[in-house]
């Protein structure tokens, strides 16, 4: 039996460097090394704090896909499927509601941080946080658990989604008898790529992100704006790359030649922070060209697109019933 490999991608915004370094360079090795893959598109999870924007969830099924078609995944070699469609995950997580406490979930970090970047959304005190919001990392317990996954390659924000999966596995198990695998992150070299304001994450509802969409311009603009050592007042002072951005990024996309030679620069206070930035968008736009080429081609076909949806989804389809009966079997709900 093949090992299943299990991970998903929010349809709330285009793909940005984050993802591309803290989780698809692993699907895009791992695709090539023989498991059963299944993406998950998650869009019933996107809607959870974007309950009011269907537009916006339904619209980025198919640029999320597209981008990801675009960087080099494989259909042949990765289902890829919408989760809104295998209601079998939706029913799990009813099941798996029972298994978790209300102030556990309310503890797991990655909750709690995305409660304090979405402030705005559920008001300060969070007297409007939804039941949906806080149980989503039951539904992502479920995400995996109905594929029957064993590896899920992500960023370390994802770590206690993780854990919390494993512990309503493991309680799973204990009341209902041995069914669940307890699943194991695969991360990558960079498990968290930073934003272009120096915050920890770079992340699409953050709005500090470089999309691997975007046009030069935008790249421009961006970069320009980056943060820089704030103790470099003059062209020629001397700096820190290290609290640099610009330096960052130079790291991911850049030859090791010209990172060594930035650094070095820089420290000497021999180079500006306006030359380095036109250096960074010119090996950026080389790192993102071939993406927007091959991109070019499912703008061209949208039925392909869809097509590669329909067929991965009716993949993950059977494997979903055949774990959720063995799943309902052992609840002893299998009438
Ligand atoms: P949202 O803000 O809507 O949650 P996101 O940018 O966090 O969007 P997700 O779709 O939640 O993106 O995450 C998809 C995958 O990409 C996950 O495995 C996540 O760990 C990884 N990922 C997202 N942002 C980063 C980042 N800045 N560094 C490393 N990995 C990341
Ligand atoms: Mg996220």
Same mark, same amino acid.
């Given at each position: 039996m093949k090992k299943v490999i299990l991970t998903g991608l929010r349809p709330t915004?285009?793909?940005?460097?984050?993802?591309?370094?803290?989780?698809?360079?692993?699907?895009?090795?791992?695709?090539t090394e023989g498991y059963d893959f299944y993406?998950?598109?998650?869009?019933?999870?996107?809607?959870?704090?974007?309950?009011?924007?269907?537009e916006k969830v339904r619209k980025n099924v198919y640029e999320i896909t597209k981008d990801l078609l675009s960087i080099g995944l494989d259909p042949d070699k990765v289902?890829?499927?919408?989760?809104?469609?295998?209601?079998?995950?939706?029913?799990?997580t009813v099941f798996y509601s029972n298994l978790v406490t209300i102030s556990r979930l309310q503890?797991?970090?990655?909750?709690?941080t995305e409660l304090t970047q979405k402030k705005d959304l559920f008001g300060n005190k969070g007297e409007s946080i939804t039941y949906g919001f806080l149980g989503y990392p039951v539904s992502q317990a479920a995400d995996i658990t109905v594929f029957d996954g064993e590896l899920v390659p992500v960023g370390d924000d994802q770590l206690p989604l993780l854990e919390q999966c494993r512990e309503i596995v493991r309680k799973f198990n204990s009341i209902y008898?041995?069914?669940?695998?307890?699943?194991?992150?695969?991360?990558s070299n960079t498990t968290r790529v930073k934003g272009l304001d120096g915050n920890e994450?770079?992340?699409?509802? @953050?709005? %500090?992100?470089?999309?691997? !969409?975007?046009?030069?311009?935008?790249?421009?603009? *961006?970069?320009?704006?980056?943060?820089?050592d704030k103790n470099k007042i003059k062209k020629d002072d001397p700096a820190n790359p290290e609290v640099c951005m610009v330096y960052y990024y130079?790291? @991911?996309? %850049?030859?090791?030649?010209? !990172?060594?030679?930035?650094?070095?620069?820089?420290? *000497?206070?021999s180079r500006g922070c306006v030359q380095c930035k036109k250096e960074l968008i010119a090996a950026m736009?080389?790192?993102l060209h071939p993406f927007k080429e091959k991109r070019k081609y499912y703008d061209e076909n949208p039925d392909l697109v869809k097509t590669i949806l329909t067929t991965g989804t009716a993949s993950a389809q059977i494997k979903a019933t055949k774990q959720i009966k063995k799943i309902k079997q052992a609840m002893k709900i299998d009438y």
């Open positions: 915004g285009n793909l940005h460097l984050g993802h591309y370094f803290g989780a698809c360079q692993n699907y895009l090795k791992m695709q993406l998950e598109i998650a869009d019933v999870q996107a809607l959870t704090d974007n309950f009011n924007n269907p289902h890829i499927f919408i989760q809104s469609q295998i209601k079998e995950i939706a029913e799990l503890r797991n970090p990655t909750v709690k008898g041995d069914t669940l695998k307890e699943p194991q992150q695969v991360l994450k770079m992340g699409k509802s @953050l709005g %500090n992100a470089i999309y691997l !969409i975007d046009d030069e311009a935008t790249i421009t603009k *961006k970069i320009m704006s980056a943060l820089t130079h790291k @991911l996309v %850049n030859s090791q030649e010209n !990172i060594t030679k930035v650094c070095s620069e820089c420290q *000497k206070g736009n080389d790192f």
